[in-house]
């Protein structure tokens, strides 16, 4: 297995969700001051989130799903299939990078029990024994968590003080909804492997009602932070519910599932400059 199988496995189009919600919690923590920009650390995690994180996560997701994914035609064309013969390279590269960063973790506590909180959560949302994904609701709380984990890291390691309680609700809110929706396009091939999802259990219709409730739960909660982003994110995401509940088949439900990764990043983009010029004034 070479590097660029191992890239491609570590699902590019999702790099910013991690490093994404990384920066952006660093740009709320500007509030004490720009100051974290010239420590190497945060340079160095800035990069560990982007790439080698997402092998963590993706690389055990197609280890332990290989037998579910062999059934899923989007796993040969939009993703990528580990066969049982590549899977112990792949363990290898994902010791290999992501080791070493453990090592550059300060010695506080809420920087260790945040960063080692998002490897228990990107480990055993797909690894056994506990494989939460397996386990509708735990299967949305752990997905969230580990992105909740990261922001956290984030905002310790830029010098945040104190909890962002109502953020952290929010995005926890979001990421549900995210991991909520990504489950309703694999339905069929879910049901046919046997595996439990919150979209199996409720249904394709109640799903993307919980997750439109969900993304709109988001905006409000921090509406008088960042209207104007709130309001662009609220009506975005209400768009591309309708269209999908009035989305006739997997392949055009699927789709609409694509434009996801490009929504994220313009609106976390739009959030971060929102949130910095805030800072600036």
Excluded at 36 to 61: C, E, H, M, Q, V
Excluded at 83 to 96: D, R
Excluded at 127 to 153: N, Q
Excluded at 219 to 246: D, E, K, N, W
Aim: net charge positive; with cysteine.
């Amino acid at each position: 297995m070479n590097f660029k199988e191992v890239l491609k496995i570590s699902r590019p189009r999702f790099w910013l969700y991690e490093a994404g919600t990384f920066a952006l919690i660093g740009t709320v923590a500007a509030h004490q001051g720009f100051s974290f920009f010239s420590d190497l650390r945060y340079w160095i995690f800035a990069f560990y989130f982007l790439i080698p994180a997402n092998i963590l996560i993706y690389g055990i997701n197609d280890i332990f799903d290989y037998e579910t994914d062999k059934t899923n035609p989007k796993k040969v064309t939009y993703e990528a299939l580990v066969p049982p013969s590549h899977q112990k390279a792949l363990w290898k590269w994902i010791v290999y990078t992501n080791i070493p960063f453990f090592f550059f973790v300060p010695l506080e506590a809420p920087l260790l029990i945040s960063f080692f909180s998002f490897v228990f959560f990107a480990t055993f949302y797909s690894a056994e024994p506990i494989r939460a994904k397996a386990k509708p609701v735990i299967d949305s709380l752990f997905s969230a968590g580990h992105y909740i984990a990261t922001g956290v890291f984030g905002y310790f390691l830029a010098g945040g003080s104190g909890v962002p309680y109502m953020g952290i609700i929010a995005g926890m809110c979001w990421a549900v909804a995210m991991h909520a929706y990504s489950a309703v396009p694999d339905i069929e091939s879910d049901s046919k492997a046997g595996l439990k999802t919150i979209a199996i259990l409720i249904g394709k219709q109640k799903t993307i009602f919980l997750c439109w409730f969900l993304y709109l739960l988001s905006a409000f909660l921090v509406i008088q932070s960042v209207p104007v982003v709130c309001i662009v994110g609220a009506i975005t995401f209400s768009i591309l519910m309708i269209m999908s509940l009035r989305a006739k088949t997997a392949e055009s439900l699927f789709k609409i599932y694509t434009y996801f990764p490009y929504v994220n990043v313009a609106i976390g983009t739009m959030l971060s400059i929102t949130l910095l010029a805030q800072n600036l004034l």
